[in-house]
């Protein structure tokens, strides 16, 4: 059975910093991508940003460019979300999601049907 934990959420004054987790199980981690996706009330889900291992590559949207980073620890199965410089609308509950072309999917702000996802995590930035 596939699952993804994220981890790392809470509530932060704008301007700060979080690191979230992903650890992973059940999956051949090389095999996929691993992304983080977000929704804030009301608002569609979005693509933060993706890592495929297999590729070496890494992706952001664009009001995430320059703040975020992305990393995988391969030997624990764990992707990170640093988050630093953190805005109010930043706040959203952040899904970590795991495909083996999911960065491709996420640049044409496309979801894989058959993607895996985690159960969420809120990230709460006051101003």
């Known amino acids: 059975e596939v699952q993804l934990v994220e981890s790392g959420g809470g509530l932060v004054q704008a301007a700060g910093s979080l690191r979230l987790s992903c650890a992973a199980s059940g999956l051949t981690f090389d095999d996929y991508a691993i992304g983080w996706f977000r929704q804030a009330p009301g608002k569609e889900r979005e693509g933060v940003s993706c890592?495929?291992?297999?590729?070496?590559?890494?992706s952001y949207t664009n009001s995430v460019k320059g703040r975020f980073s992305i990393s995988a620890e391969n030997a624990k199965n764990t992707v990170y979300l640093q988050m630093n410089s953190l805005k109010p609308e930043d706040t959203a509950v952040y899904y970590c999601?795991?495909?083996?072309?999911?960065?491709?999917?996420?640049?044409?702000?496309?979801?894989?049907?058959?993607?895996?996802w985690g159960q969420g995590t809120q990230v709460t930035v006051s101003s």
């Open positions: 999601a795991a495909h083996p072309n999911l960065c491709e999917y996420m640049v044409n702000s496309l979801f894989p049907s058959d993607a895996y």
């Open positions: 890592i495929s291992s297999r590729y070496g590559s890494t």
